[in-house]
């Protein structure tokens, strides 16, 4: 039996604990465990990691703390549009949605591209045609209205700038849920799901949908899901990237996610971090900015944890 594992993540950036109160900090992190051990719990049964990946990410997307889902932030329309996508590492199988409306859980979309289409990437109105045979559960603006986020979006509403959650700073680009895991038969996936950046226009997606960018597994490799400035992300490749080294030049996950994320991304001028874990169930977590919202468990130890 493979030593199975997962680890999530709910975003990386400024999160600094002189301003967050200990009863948001007590949320957090119990929205953190309750989401890794619902995936936990899949690959104990003997679930499969895709299983396991998309119910972590689904628990996140229903938790409105996080920039996925039900806590989405807002576009420059005051509107939100959602990015997710998900990848078997068994097969190389991947599903991604870019920019729907209306969907309670994206990634559960994103699955379904993976298991039901030929293509890869399906995006707005034509996602939602695809996706209506399957019954997904859809939501009215209501459903993801969320103060917090409004009054983020009030800041920025009506100029250029634009900004990702857990960050105070204009033009940064953090936030986003996502997972990955190891099962117990030595299959690893990956999920990714975000609302993007608060009063993003002109219909942008960042890296989260994107196979390689945001999102990759690979059995050969590691699985890894990233957060952080999806611009940066993109060029770097970075989840791509990580794999490729540990396929290329026979790198560790621990050193191929420091590199990546440590100096590559960095050198790039980017802001975010990863989860990843590899085929022997090793798992890194960097990132280069203040703090992660992250979260892990194998059979030897778990722990949820926010910064440095
Ligand atoms: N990477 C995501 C994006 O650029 C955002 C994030 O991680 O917060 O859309």
């Not at 948001?24 to 049964?45: C, V």
């Not at 078997?88 to 298991?115: F, H, M, S, T, Y």
């Not at 250029?160 to 936030?175: A, I, N, R, T, V």
């Not at 975000?194 to 390689?212: A, E, L, Q, V, W």
Request: net charge negative.
């Amino acid at each position: 039996m493979y030593n199975y594992g997962i680890a999530i993540h709910g975003g990386a950036g400024t999160i600094s604990k002189s301003l967050m109160s200990e009863e948001k900090e007590i949320a957090y992190k119990s929205a953190l465990q309750e989401a890794r051990d619902i995936g936990y719990e899949m690959l104990e049964k003997g679930g499969s990691a895709i299983e396991a990946v998309t119910l972590a990410v689904s628990s996140l997307e229903d938790c409105p703390l996080f920039n996925a889902g039900k806590g989405a932030v807002f576009n420059a329309e005051g509107e939100h549009e959602l990015d997710a996508s998900i990848m078997n590492g068994k097969n190389l199988e991947a599903g991604a949605v870019a920019a729907v409306q209306g969907v309670r859980n994206p990634i559960q979309l994103a699955q379904l591209v993976l298991n039901h289409s030929d293509h890869i990437l399906l995006m707005g109105e034509g996602a939602l045609k695809f996706a209506s045979p399957f019954k997904i559960a859809m939501e009215d603006a209501d459903y993801f209205h969320n103060e917090h986020r409004f009054n983020q979006w009030q800041k920025m509403k009506g100029s250029d700038d634009f900004q990702l959650d857990h960050s105070d700073k204009p033009k940064q680009y953090l936030g986003t849920v996502g997972a990955v895991a190891l099962d117990v038969h030595g299959d690893l996936a990956a999920a990714t799901s975000t609302g993007g950046m608060t009063n993003k226009k002109f219909g942008r997606i960042g890296d989260s949908p994107i196979i390689g960018a945001g999102t990759y597994a690979n059995n050969n490799t590691c699985a890894i899901s990233c957060t952080g400035s999806g611009e940066f992300l993109m060029k770097g490749v970075t989840a791509y990237d990580i794999s490729c080294m540990m396929e290329y030049a026979g790198m560790s996950l621990i050193d191929a996610s420091n590199q990546s994320i440590n100096k590559r991304l960095l050198d790039l001028g980017g802001d975010g971090g990863i989860v990843g874990i590899d085929r022997a169930g090793n798992i890194a977590m960097p990132f280069n900015c203040e703090g992660m919202y992250r979260a892990s468990r194998n059979q030897q130890e778990a722990c949820v944890l926010i910064y440095k």
